[in-house]
Every structure is written in C-alpha cells, then in structure tokens.
C-alpha cells in the first residue's frame, strides 16, 4: 500500500514528533545529502571506522570513539540509522543502535549508565541472533553483578527463579533479563541508579574489562571466514544533554569513556565542538552540514529548497495549503532557516492556528508564534550579536555568546561552519529589528 500524507490537519498536528528519527524505509524520510553537500561524510565515517567503502579494503583500529556532531534536531539520528544500515549491510560490522533517550534518563547522565545500556543492547542482539559464546565471555559480566547485592535483589524482586552468580545465571537469556532489568530500574528508581553509579565507581575497571571482553568474544564468533566483522555502537541522545552533562560526559570522564574499548559513535551537541575543551582522545572531525537554502551571497541552494518542501508534503496533503502552488510551503521553508525540526514547529503552529487550510496570513501567524518562544530569553546583546553576523554573513568567532546562541537555536551555522545567520522568525521581533537599525545608524553616523 502506497503512503498518502494526511489530509486533516488534527492528523497532521497529532503526527508531528519532535523526537522522532525516521528510518531509511520510512516513506516520509526524505534523502537530503544533495541539500546539504554532505556526500563525503558517510565515506569518512566508514574510513575512520576502518573499512573503505569504494575498495572493501578493511583495517578497523582496535577501539575509536567518532563524534557526530550537528545543529540539535537537525537530523543527525536519521543520518545515523541509513548509515548504520549501510555499515552493517557491508558485512564488515555489527551494528548495535543504542537510543539512550529511551533506555535511559537524559538528566545527569553519566559514562557508567552507557556502558550499560551498551551492554544491554548488545546482548539483546547477541539473543536475537543465536550468537553462541563462551561461559568464559558471559562470567565476568554475571560476577560483576553477583558483587552488588542491591542490584541482584532488584533481578531477584523482578524475576527471583535465577539467583545471580549461579550456574543457570552463565547464559544469554538470563544476562539479557538481567541488564534488561538493572537498565529499567537506573532509568525509573533513584535507589537502583545510586546503587549502580556507587558499584561503577568502586569496579569500573572491572566493569570495563567484563565488557570489553564480551565485546570481543563477540566479534571473534561473528567473523565471516577470513573477514574482519566488528561490533559498532551507536549511541543516540548525548546531543541532547544539558550543558553540564555535556561536559562531563564528554571532558570531565573521558578516561572512563575511553575505558570502554570499542567501536562507537555518539550524537554530540554542535557548541561543545567549538568549546575547545574536548580532548584529541576523542575523534571529532564528523559533522552532518545544515541543509542550506541559500550561498553566503544569497545566491539560491535549489537542492536545499527541494528536500525540505517535500518534507512537508510527506507530512501534509498539499490540499492543505491555500494556494495551487504551495506558495506557502516555501514560506515555512524560508522561515526555517533550512532547520528540519524548525520546519516541523512552523507546520504544527499552522495546523494549531488554521481552520480548514494554510494561507499566507497563518503562515505568518505561526513565525510570530515560534519568534515569541525566543523572545523569551533573548537579551539586547544577544540581539546585537545577531545582528553583527548577519551583517558580516560570517562567522565572527566562537565566543561565549555564539556558542549559547547556536545550542539554542537563535544562530545556525552553514558549511561546517564558514558562515552564519540568525534564525529568519528572530528577525520579525522588535528587538532585533531596533539592533538593527542601532547598527545601520552607527554606520550612517
């Protein structure tokens, strides 16, 4: 059955998910590596991963963490599952998708917490696969835990037939119930999550070390002949931490993280790239480019227009809109600033505000709408450095400011990060427009 976009806009409205990453089979998914000149950044994925797409040729090193860095809801998550997808369709790794939103609690998240999630993923797909390991792989997991009696009794309240630690304990089905159970309760129960995070910093080392060793018992018994296979964490969701979450995941426990010996990538929020604090442990050279509508010297991005406008369309009948041609879908596109997520919150304001179709006027209601959100904590100097940028159509640095003003939306950042502009709605409230007119007077003057 072919995808019909709906045609009400309630259906619409109740479709829109911020959250939401599409897969590559989804029929909204929309292919934007045109749009955002971001043809090479799947090859140097897999090569820094160690497997060259063009030649087959293979030689993954023995652990690497890649950050995956880009504008919070810019798509970073569906680019990541189509080129999961790929890298384990080249039978050179495993990949295991960890979406820690899901699995665990975003506040005050901590290294620990993803080596856990890590390993409850990875050993649901060891269960989902009939991967057959060695007792010897599977112990030092069971052990760690058997060490903890809080968290045993947490399986033991939960399942109670197994007791942790003895011979029936030393398989897949019970180390997967087992991390299932303890990944549940860090998330949800506060005793659970202080118990783990107390064992963790007692035995990380031996936590590490039973996971590394699961790893690579892994890898060996999914080889294909001669053939290098590797297993491959993607890890969703530290983008989306809080600004000091951010840091000490990401610089304050790198140690710990780098511990964990692996392939992996993780989302990673687009300041902390430019907060130069990360250390050169960290591989941080990977960046899912915005997709632009427009050059530095406004000269229009056709690509960029085209994937977006049919974003839209895969989420809104175009009988929806008033005008024959949609004119008023490439006004959203314009207010958006070419932001994904910022086009999805222009359409839900315009099916919040519309009675039966989007004119021109709701078009316009629903920017005022968005624009009042930012009005809320803009500043004057936020203001007056919006409108130094867009003035000089570059980027004037990396301070404070802008770092804060690109997490929060208010800036985007294009080509890697060359130029920048403010966010088009911001550019309606009257605080910018009086920036601007102080700025054009200093000049006159």
Known sequence: ?????????????????FEEALDPDDPRYVDTEKARGSQQVFASLAKTLGWD???NAT???????????????????TELRRYGKALNDSNRFLVIQVDLLTLLDRNNLSYSEVLLAMADRLVFEIKRQSIELDRDA??????????????????????????????????????????????????????????????????????AAAFNGLVRQTEQ??????VTR?????????????????TRFFVEDVEQLLAIEALAIYTAPLQLKFSGRLTGKLDASLMLPMIKLRERDDSPCLEGRKALREMVLKRASAKLFAN???VEIDQLVDLSGGHPRELLRLLKQCCLIAEDVINGTIVGLAADKLASEYRYWLKEADYERLVAIDSAKTALGNEDIDQELI???????????????????????????????????????
């Open 221 to 226: 018994k999914i080889r294909n002949s001669d």
């Open 138 to 207: 599977i112990k030092p997991i069971v052990d760690w835990f058997a060490a903890s009696t809080r968290l045993t009794e947490s399986y033991r309240e939960s399942e109670g037939a197994v007791q942790v630690g003895s011979e029936a304990s030393f398989g897949i089905p019970f180390v997967a119930k087992l991390l299932g159970i303890v990944t549940a309760g860090v998330k949800v129960g506060s005793t659970i999550k202080d118990e783990w995070r107390s064992e963790a910093r007692k035995r990380f080392t031996a936590l």
């Open 230 to 246: 590797r297993v491959l964490f993607v890890a969703d969701g530290t983008d989306k931490l809080s600004g000091e979450d951010t």
């Open 324 to 326: 024959p041609t949609q």
């Open 53 to 55: 797409p063009r030649t």
């Open 1 to 17: 059955m072919s995808y019909k976009a709906p045609e009400n806009l309630i259906e619409v409205l109740q479709r829109i998910n």
């Open 407 to 445: 997490h929060r939306l208010a800036l985007m950042q294009y080509n890697e990060g060359s130029w920048r502009a403010s966010h088009p709605v911001i550019r309606r409230l009257d605080g910018y427009v009086a920036a601007r007119e102080r700025s054009a007077n200093r000049i006159d003057g």
């Open 59 to 77: 030689f993954p090193p023995a652990s690497k963490h890649v950050l995956f860095f880009g504008h919070v809801g810019s798509g970073k998550t």
